[in-house]
């Protein structure tokens, strides 16, 4: 399965900017995206593992609640 670099704009846009095999060599253009950013940018950069761009999305879209320190 691939791993997807996303930017993630405000009200939930989302742009699809590569793709990967290789962990590291997603992790790697990430940080640079990231870097790259204005410092007052509200965009995020994400790399995300899926079967598919879909999936990718979708998991992206979903609401995720917080953990709490101590929970399994």
Known sequence: M???IY???PFGQLDQLEEHEA???ASSQAKTLR???PPD???KVKV???ESAWQAEELLCQIREP???GEE
């Open 2 to 4: 691939p791993y997807y």
């Open 7 to 9: 930017c993630v704009r």
């Open 23 to 25: 962990f590291a060599a």
């Open 35 to 37: 870097a790259a950013l």
């Open 41 to 43: 940018s509200p965009d």
């Open 48 to 50: 995300i593992f899926a």
């Open 67 to 69: 953990g709490h320190p």
